[in-house]
């Protein structure tokens, strides 16, 4: 049932937009009655439901949160009301437990006790140490310690300090690896760290850039298998002058802590009809940051696929090829959920797999209308889908582009939950309206909105909420409220209804593309299955966390 209060918001979406004109292409594939079922009333309708089960749970949906739990039994709920035979397919999201302060002493050539944190002490000047989530229980007695060749103090603002394999000199095999804070992930570092041979490791924060000097609490891989902390700056700089004195410093190290199996949901359903030997699968991650309801990243992309799923439920003419309605948990903490369901479909399944469409954040206040490289056209083989996913690009883009409307590439970063598929060999792709990056002028020529301000003002904040997506962002959340409030009101006030906007844009060219894959025969060229199957356990490695990468450099 729509609710009465929408009314107020279709009418900004038709003041906004106009009637969207009617779908291109041939009649074979002709999304355009699906457009029009599919409605911005229907999405909001669901993100309207996942705000109140936030309200009711401490302001988040997160993963290991009780919202998180209420989110995927409101999308079980949801869809076998529609029809739908829904289920849970659990995932491992193991929670880690520190059982003992970590020890971090150095041996040589001078004697020092470090002192240690723990997660709470995140960010806090008052220790020298943190030990990083998932590590285990393990002891390094007077053990040398190597840095890798790239480290730069006073830092140039980004080193890349660990980030590739090449980076650790021989002497690393069996002694704790230095590594400093730079532009990739502490993930990306630590299993470098492994791969060269370390014993131990030990990540120091950059130092000479504003908010990179304390120690820091980090994540892991799940069962990392060395002991490793985040140090000051400070404990770093020490260790590094030694070593490059000359003065071979040696260290004690210990960590103290085990993983525990938690099992988690992911909501999975697919359409009764369809051929089950070509499926196209649809993705969105149902769980929110710790900090805020995330009803835009990503009850945006969880709130349309119930949409599409409750339309194509009703819809006349049936999906030539089954399509697959999935919803992930975990991502924000790694991917975890999207991830897990990958690697654990067998070769067939994957040979079966057309391609995943990744729907994640169609509602930014601020947007643009970005969509992955998948061919590599502008960025490279290696931010590039596998082949098949230039083939999505294209449908989408093209799909924008015959109504006039812009959009830009953008690559495959390793932010979201089409990672897993890619590295299954599957095509994929998708649609992005933008996070924490700043909008550039040639984007404000584009398709409107502030120069300079984050394309979701915000992105992984508490203000991620119904009345964001609906109304406007909050003044106090653009980056010129500190030195200009007045401005940034009118900022945000510049920004009302642009949310709508987007989800109204973004919509359209996923329903289109949803129903081209779903209607269309040999959309792909064969080599591409024959490659998804032969690849089934290798592919891009991607080591970003999600969407959360500020919290992962």
């Not at 292409?25 to 079922?37: F, K, N, Q, T």
Request: glycine letters at 10%.
């Amino acid at each position: 049932m729509r609710r009465v209060g929408l009314v107020a918001a279709a009418v900004i979406i038709v003041a906004l937009i106009g009637a969207p004109p009617a779908a291109a292409g041939p009649p074979d594939v002709d999304s355009g009655r699906l457009e029009r079922l599919v409605t911005v009333e229907g999405i909001l309708d669901h993100q309207r439901a996942l705000q109140r089960i936030a309200d009711r749970n401490g302001g988040t949906r997160s993963t290991r949160s009780p919202g998180y739990t209420a989110s995927a039994a409101y999308v079980k709920a949801t869809l076998e009301k529609a029809g739908y035979n829904a289920h849970y397919e659990m995932f491992s999201m193991p929670l880690w437990r520190e059982n003992a302060a970590p020890v971090l002493q150095q041996t040589s050539p001078t004697g020092r006790t470090y002192v240690a944190g723990s997660a709470g002490d995140d960010d806090s000047p008052s220790v020298d140490f943190i030990a990083f989530e998932h590590t285990p229980t393990a002891s390094l007695t007077n053990v040398k310690v190597v840095p890798t060749d790239d480290i730069v103090i006073p830092s140039p603002g980004g080193t890349t300090s660990g980030c590739e394999l090449a980076d650790f000199p021989a002497a690393t095999r069996g002694a704790v690896s230095l590594i400093q804070r730079g532009t990739c992930a502490f993930t990306q570092k630590l299993e470098n760290a492994v791969q060269a041979g370390a014993a131990g490791v030990i990540v120091f924060n950059e130092g000479d850039t504003p908010g990179r000097s304390n120690a820091l609490f980090r994540s892991a891989p799940f069962s990392y298998p060395l002991p490793a902390v985040v140090s000051s700056f400070a404990v770093g700089q020490e260790l590094y002058n030694a070593y490059k004195a000359g003065r071979n410093p040696t260290v004690n190290l210990a960590t103290n802590g085990f993983d525990e199996e938690k099992l988690y949901p992911n909501v999975v359903a697919e359409t009764r009809r369809g051929d089950p030997n070509h499926v196209v699968l649809l993705g969105a991650h149902l769980d929110s940051v710790p900090a805020g309801p995330g009803v835009n990243d990503d009850g945006s992309g969880t709130a349309f696929q119930l949409e599409l799923a409750e339309q194509l439920a009703k819809a006349g003419a049936p999906p030539r090829n089954k399509i697959r309605f999935l919803w992930f948990g975990g991502e924000e903490d790694g991917l975890v959920g999207s991830q897990y369901y990958a690697a654990h479909l067998s070769a067939g399944e994957v040979a079966r797999t057309d391609m995943m469409l990744d729907t994640d954040m169609i509602a930014s206040p601020n947007f643009a209308r970005l969509v992955y490289d998948g061919d590599g056209s502008t960025f490279g083989s290696e931010n590039s889908g596998p082949e098949g996913s230039g083939t999505i690009e294209r449908v989408l883009t093209e799909y924008w582009a015959q109504r006039g409307m812009v959009s830009e590439p953008i690559p495959f970063d390793g932010r979201s939950d089409y990672v897993g598929f890619v590295n299954r060999g599957i095509p994929a792709g998708g649609v992005f309206a933008g996070a924490e990056a700043p909008k550039t002028a040639e984007q404000v020529a584009r398709y409107g909105g502030v120069l300079g301000e984050q394309l979701d003002p915000c992105y992984h904040e508490d203000c991620d909420t119904y009345s964001t997506v609906t109304r406007q962002p909050p003044a106090s959340t653009m980056l010129t409220y500190a030195t200009n409030p007045a401005l940034a009101q009118q900022q945000a006030d510049s920004l009302r209804g642009n949310a709508l906007r987007s989800l109204q844009q973004f919509k359209n060219t996923l329903v289109h593309a949803v129903w081209y894959f779903a209607r269309a025969r040999n959309a792909f060229p064969p080599k591409a299955n024959a490659a998804a199957a032969t690849t089934a356990t290798s592919g891009h490695q991607f080591k970003y966390r999600g969407h959360e990468r500020t919290r992962d450099r």
